[in-house]
């Protein structure tokens, strides 16, 4: 355990998560503000993993201690986990407003 000591402290901050609305409840406007989150939400991620990375390679890279290693590997795959089941999140919710926001058919007036 005192190997472990002799790394640098844990000191990467993991972004908070997003919360991505129901796509066939939500406005358009809630979904526009969301992508925005989504998007700041992403660059953060890659911020804090990068910050993993560098801290891996400040330990010694290969060199450092095994369980040091195996803790930031562990951290670096979550954050990408992570900023993939974000995305597909969203995603899912852009289709489901789709689907329930069709377009109006071309010559369809709308009613006043």
Do not use: K, W
Request: proline share 6%.
């Amino acid at each position: 355990m005192a190997s472990l000591l002799a790394v640098p402290a844990l000191a990467c901050d993991n972004p908070p998560l997003v919360v991505v609305p129901d796509g066939e409840s939500a406005t358009m406007e809630e979904l526009v503000a969301v992508q925005s989150e989504v998007q700041a939400y992403m660059a953060a991620m890659e911020e804090y993993i990068g910050c993993i990375d560098a801290e891996l390679e400040d330990a010694g890279g290969e060199d450092s201690p095994a369980l040091f290693q195996s803790l930031m590997v562990a951290r670096h795959n979550q954050g990408v986990e992570e900023m993939e089941l974000i995305a597909e999140a969203f995603n899912e919710q852009v289709r489901a407003y789709r689907e329930a926001n069709p377009p109006a058919e071309e010559g369809e007036a709308e009613e006043e």
